[in-house]
């Protein structure tokens, strides 16, 4: 079946490095993907998305780009900050409203 | 801006009695979810409802049931509860359609069964 595959955290970085989170997926067809965030005491939050082969998605500074040849939808912030520091979920969706996430990847960020 | 409101924050029960967590929706949205976060599993979906009196089980409903008697509430019912049950509960809503780009979740209940 559909699933999504996360590295595992948590991941350490210093205020103002570069941030890579991988993740890769295992779907038939061409799923869209997703980047979902959760910030400490709060629900998930939609943080970008892409919906075909190459498209890339940003918001607030993060990107991630829909690989289909790797299925892979890495993704990535050339400098992170401590407001960055939540939980970053990877997940996919093929042609329904239900959503398949990933196991979640920590990010905490030092000053 | 849409809100998705779970009427407890923290919760704790007894083994065997009977659990009630509510979530209530306030954009008209057709479809809404239970799902169980736990580390290392990530989002697990319980139960989706796609319409009114409407549900459809998600990839571990047992030892879950839920009610949907009104568009904008959501609720999900812990029978017996036990002690594996102990976890963070998330619901959500979307519009029917928009394929997962349009979720909108609450802040979670936090189970602890004892």
């Known amino acids: 079946g559909d699933s999504v595959t996360q590295m595992e955290g948590p991941v350490t970085l210093s205020e103002e490095a570069c941030l890579t989170i991988n993740c890769t997926y295992t779907a038939t067809g061409y799923p869209s993907l997703f980047w979902y965030v959760q910030y400490p005491g709060e629900g998930l939050q939609l943080l970008l998305k892409a919906t075909k082969a190459d498209d890339k998605g940003s918001n607030k500074g993060f990107e991630a780009t829909y690989r289909k040849e790797t299925t892979s939808f890495h993704l990535e912030k050339g400098s992170v900050q401590v407001s960055d520091s939540a939980v970053y979920f990877c997940a996919l969706s093929r042609n329904t409203d239900k959503l398949i996430f990933g196991t979640g990847t920590r990010l905490q960020v030092f000053p | 801006d849409v809100k998705v409101t779970q009427s407890s924050r923290y919760l704790v029960k007894r083994t065997g009695e009977k659990v009630f967590l509510e979530c209530v929706q306030d954009?008209?949205?057709?479809?809404m979810f239970w799902y169980r976060q736990d580390p290392g599993l990530g989002l697990r979906l319980i139960y989706f409802?796609?319409?009114?009196?409407?549900?459809e089980k998600g990839d571990i409903p047992e030892g879950y049931s839920v009610s949907r008697e009104k568009k904008e509430r959501f609720s999900l019912i812990l029978e017996s509860a036990s002690t594996n049950q102990t976890s963070m509960y998330l619901c959500?809503?979307?519009?029917?359609?928009?394929?997962?780009?349009?979720?909108?979740f609450g802040n979670g209940t936090r189970l602890t069964v004892t």
């Open positions: 409802s796609y319409d009114v009196k409407m549900k």
């Open positions: 954009m008209d949205h057709e479809n």
């Open positions: 959500a809503s979307s519009p029917s359609g928009t394929g997962g780009q349009s979720l909108h």
